[in-house]
């Protein structure tokens, strides 16, 4: 069985990135026989706007590309989230923290000899509240995963990844990746455990995404231990960039597919724009 998705977030519009990840996951699903699914990422409700999920519909359906119905959205998955939250904090995983960017920079400004200083979410937190005695859920405040003992339960010995494509030590979580936050003020989750828990949902099995989430994985494979949930195969892709080679954003509004649309683009310019042939 091979089911894989694309999980646009509806904060701006699609670019030609998004358009290679779909397309490929898309061509990838069909060669195999199997079934591409979407999924839209909305749990930032501060930032998603209906009329950027209205223009996702409209900009793969004129790729070309078919999905799955119904259609997943996050923001009909908290509770989901929330019972997930509840058993990771339980089991003594989870700890607030009050600090702000600030405090973690001032924090970081003098990283022990050898000691990285950037992870996957950004500068590896110094562990400042990680010594906060454990109490109620306060969902005024950030929740971070206290990766040591994560790491510990997850049992991670030389690789922790079966997929194949990312391999990992408990040692290497610790000092490369760290506390992430796991669930984002008044906001009850964040990306990594809401992603983790969907793929589950959905029954994917192969993840099809940029190249610049490849150091995410490594989180998520330790959600999914953590919560006795599977190991998707992840494929990371290449990333399409601009022509001074920086990668694309949102804000590039003159690489949005609605630009080359109006511009008179068909799909099939996009697919040789972005390397992937004529489909």
């Given amino acids: 069985m091979f089911i894989t998705r694309f999980a646009p ?3 701006g519009p699609l670019h030609l990135g998004h ?14 026989g199997g079934t591409f699914l979407l999924r839209i990422e909305d749990i930032d ?9 209205a223009q996702i519909y409209d900009d793969l359906s004129w790729l070309g590309l078919t999905w799955a119905k119904p259609v997943l ?4 998955r908290q509770p989901a989230y929330d019972a997930a939250f509840d058993l990771l904090w339980q089991a003594g995983l989870l700890y607030p923290c009050n600090c ?20 996957p979410d950004g500068a590896i937190y110094p562990g400042t509240c990680r010594a906060v005695v454990s109490g109620p859920r306060l969902s005024n405040l950030a929740m971070r995963l206290n990766m040591g003992r994560a790491a510990q339960e997850g049992r991670f010995q030389e690789t922790g990844c079966p997929a194949g494509e990312v391999g990992f030590t408990a040692d290497d979580l610790i000092k490369t990746v760290g506390d992430v936050v796991f669930a984002r003020r008044d906001m009850g989750t964040s990306y990594h455990l809401s992603v983790v828990l969907d793929d589950a949902a959905q029954g994917i099995t192969h993840v099809v995404r940029g190249a610049d989430l490849f150091e995410a994985t490594k ?19 290449r990333l399409i960039r601009d022509d001074h080679g920086k990668r694309l954003a949102k804000r590039d509004d003159a690489r ?6 109006a511009d008179g683009a068909g799909p099939t310019d996009i697919r040789r724009m972005v390397g992937l042939g004529d489909g």
């Fill in 219 to 237: 989180i998520h494979v330790v959600l999914q231990r953590l919560l006795g949930l599977p190991t998707p195969i992840y494929h990371h892709h």
């Fill in 19 to 32: 358009a290679f990840s779909a397309m490929l996951a898309h061509d990838m699903a069909q060669t195999a």
């Fill in 256 to 261: 949005a597919l609605a630009r080359f649309r």
């Fill in 9 to 11: 977030s509806p904060t």
């Fill in 100 to 119: 702000t960017r600030a405090d973690i920079a001032a924090a970081t400004d003098a990283p022990q000899e050898g000691a990285p200083l950037l992870g």
């Fill in 45 to 53: 409700r501060s930032r998603a706007r209906p009329e950027w999920e």
């Fill in 73 to 76: 959205r996050q923001s009909d």
